[in-house]
């Protein structure tokens, strides 16, 4: 098969590599479409032990079952393979598994390919009237929707204001599980112009360039993760709020937790989501309730180091960029 193989610091070859072997309890899906993520862009850089080269990346696929018993099937991919025996698999926080995989890291290759393998029970059914494309989203806006489902069950009182750092497909994808989870009122700072417009115009959110001075939200997620964007948590949070912070941008720095202490303000770190969460954003895709999900940009997976780079430099206005095999079963 074809595949986008990630071979060091910045370098991915489209190149031909042995179709993958088929494990007991595993199907082969045939990949539709791929997204780009910012996971996928920091293991690129080599910035991610975790991902040597070389290695295939990517994790946000939808696809169909090719052979076997379910030989057709359209199905969206939980990419987190967790053990469901240990206590935190069994407590329903199975994204805390400690034996925990996922596409894209050895020993699993990633989506960047013609086809990959999986078990059954990460593999959702797409009902016949929602596109793969759409189904595809439902990995990144996952992210958002377990960090807006935490954040609400912690929040008491007012849950009416939001802000969202940053407007990629996490960012987006918590601006829209906030309002299918019935926070109303919901704005997302994105700094990039081109993106900020996208967001504005083919998304239909209110961005804005940068957090008013002095205005305060119940809720804050942070899609971003860096110092400053802490920072701005920090101050932009109402006493009592709520801080969910998905991002990974650095490790340490800026939170203010003399006003966190203060204000008994909560923060919340999240990582990933849950299966009953992926199962739930999965399914508002398909009811709609996550809007029309028009935002992303398909491009082919032979020109997936192009669309890397253009990610890279900032020229890239959707959200998501989906990566699709030239034998893709349904086409965009
Ligand atoms: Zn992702
Ligand atoms: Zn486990």
């Given at each position: ?5 990630y ?49 295939i ?7 169909l ?68 494309t ?59 112009p ?114 890397f ?24």
């Open positions: 098969m074809k595949a986008l193989v071979t060091g610091p910045k370098g991915l070859d489209y190149r031909d590599v042995p179709d993958p072997t088929v494990g007991a309890g595993d199907h082969l899906i045939r990949i539709a479409q791929v997204g780009i993520c910012g996971s996928d862009m920091h293991a690129y850089l080599g910035h991610d032990a975790r991902r040597p080269a070389p290695l990346l990517g994790h946000e696929a939808a696809g079952i090719e052979g076997g018993p379910r030989d057709g099937a359209r199905v969206t991919i939980n990419p987190l393979v967790t053990c469901g025996t240990c206590p935190a698999c069994r407590e329903g926080r199975d994204n805390l598994c400690p034996t925990r995989q996922i596409i894209s890291m050895p020993p699993r290759e990633g989506g960047f390919a013609e086809l990959v393998t999986m078990p059954e029970s990460n593999l959702i059914a797409v009902p016949d009237n929602v596109p793969l759409k189904a595809a989203l439902a990995e990144p806006i996952a992210c958002g929707w377990h960090t807006v489902r935490l954040s609400l069950e912690t929040l008491i009182g007012a849950r009416d204001t939001a802000l969202v750092l940053g407007g990629g497909a996490i960012g987006l994808g918590a601006a829209l599980s906030l309002k299918a989870q019935g926070v109303s009122n919901v704005t997302i700072v994105e700094p990039n081109v993106r900020r417009a996208h967001l504005i115009d083919q998304c239909g959110q209110p961005a804005i360039a940068e957090t008013p001075d002095g205005t305060l939200y119940d809720l804050v997620i942070d899609g971003v993760g860096y110092a400053a964007t802490r920072a701005v948590a920090s101050a932009a949070t109402r006493p009592g709020g709520v801080i969910g912070h998905i991002g990974l941008g650095e490790d340490t720095g800026g939170l203010d937790i003399r006003r966190l202490t203060l204000q008994e303000i909560t923060f919340i770190g999240t990582y990933t989501y849950t299966a009953e969460d992926f199962r739930q954003t999965a399914q508002a895709i398909f009811d709609g309730r996550l809007g029309p999900l028009d935002w992303a940009e398909v491009r082919p997976l032979s020109e997936g180091a192009a669309a780079s253009d990610i890279r430099s900032g020229a890239v206005a959707a959200p998501k960029i989906l990566l699709q095999p030239e034998t893709a079963p349904e086409r965009s």
